[in-house]
């Protein structure tokens, strides 16, 4: 069954300042940059654009405000970052979610991409499913490959994919994410 509607994405919009230099510096080094590129950045503009070039309806928000706006259905989908769950002492993405879900709404969706790890997510039936990750040949450029994982993840959902779907084509666009600078070439 395919859902109808667009997926508004919230959040802040950022300017990320890329340089590159032939090897990662040493600690209070200097390196000449051998180019340097400008790129919008920010999780939920990010996201937006990932769902956008895959060909899903969306729209961004950079703030809320009083309004018809409350009164929009909440998500029942949580991402945790890898981050948060080792701050609050989860080693893998199946602790994390395991320990943190009776802390969400009930019949709630949490996802957690462990990077090289690949993700982990519980639905509302409380059974853990997991994707591998899907590493590209090469190495290129992984800012942004979570919000590109998120995003796909809900493109998937969105329209009516399982969520082990879900999460497997998630891990597979960010995958292919990592191949290549930016975002132009996840469609080809």
Same mark, same amino acid.
């Given at each position: %069954?395919?859902?109808?509607?667009?997926? *508004?994405?919230?959040?802040?919009?950022?300017?990320?300042?890329?340089?590159?230099?032939?090897?990662?510096?040493?600690?209070?080094?200097?390196?000449?940059?051998?180019?340097?590129?400008?790129?919008?950045?920010?999780?939920?503009?990010?996201?937006?654009?990932? =769902?956008? &070039?895959?060909?899903?309806?969306? +729209? @961004? %928000?950079?703030?809320?405000?009083?309004?018809?706006?409350?009164?929009?259905?909440?998500? =029942?989908?949580?991402?945790?970052?890898?981050?948060?769950?080792?701050? @609050?002492?989860?080693?893998?993405? #199946?602790?994390? *979610?395991?320990?943190?879900?009776?802390?969400?709404?009930?019949? +709630?969706?949490?996802?957690?991409?462990? #990077?090289?790890?690949?993700?982990?997510?519980?639905?509302?039936?409380?059974?853990?499913?997991?994707?591998?990750?899907?590493?590209?040949?090469? *190495?290129?450029?992984?800012?942004?490959?979570?919000?590109? @994982?998120?995003?796909?993840? &809900?493109?998937? *959902?969105?329209?009516?994919?399982?969520?082990?779907?879900?999460?497997? @084509?998630?891990?597979? &666009? +960010?995958?292919?994410?990592?191949?290549?600078?930016?975002?132009?070439?996840?469609?080809?």
């Amino acid at each position: %069954m395919e859902r109808q509607g667009k997926v *508004l994405c919230i959040g802040l919009v950022c300017l990320d300042i890329i340089n590159v230099v032939d090897k990662y510096p040493e600690e209070d080094t200097d390196s000449r940059c051998v180019s340097q590129r400008w790129q919008r950045g920010g999780n939920a503009s990010n996201s937006c654009t990932i =769902l956008s &070039i895959l060909g899903a309806p969306c +729209a @961004f %928000m950079g703030s809320l405000a009083p309004g018809p706006v409350a009164e929009l259905r909440l998500s =029942l989908q949580v991402f945790v970052s890898k981050d948060v769950a080792v701050h @609050f002492g989860y080693q893998s993405a #199946a602790s994390a *979610l395991k320990g943190l879900y009776s802390r969400v709404k009930q019949g +709630a969706v949490l996802i957690c991409a462990w #990077a090289e790890k690949g993700a982990d997510a519980i639905g509302p039936d409380g059974v853990l499913v997991h994707s591998d990750a899907f590493p590209p040949e090469k *190495l290129v450029d992984t800012l942004g490959a979570g919000d590109t @994982f998120n995003a796909s993840v &809900i493109y998937t *959902l969105s329209r009516g994919g399982t969520l082990q779907e879900a999460l497997t @084509f998630g891990c597979q &666009i +960010a995958g292919k994410k990592c191949g290549f600078h930016g975002y132009d070439g996840i469609v080809q």
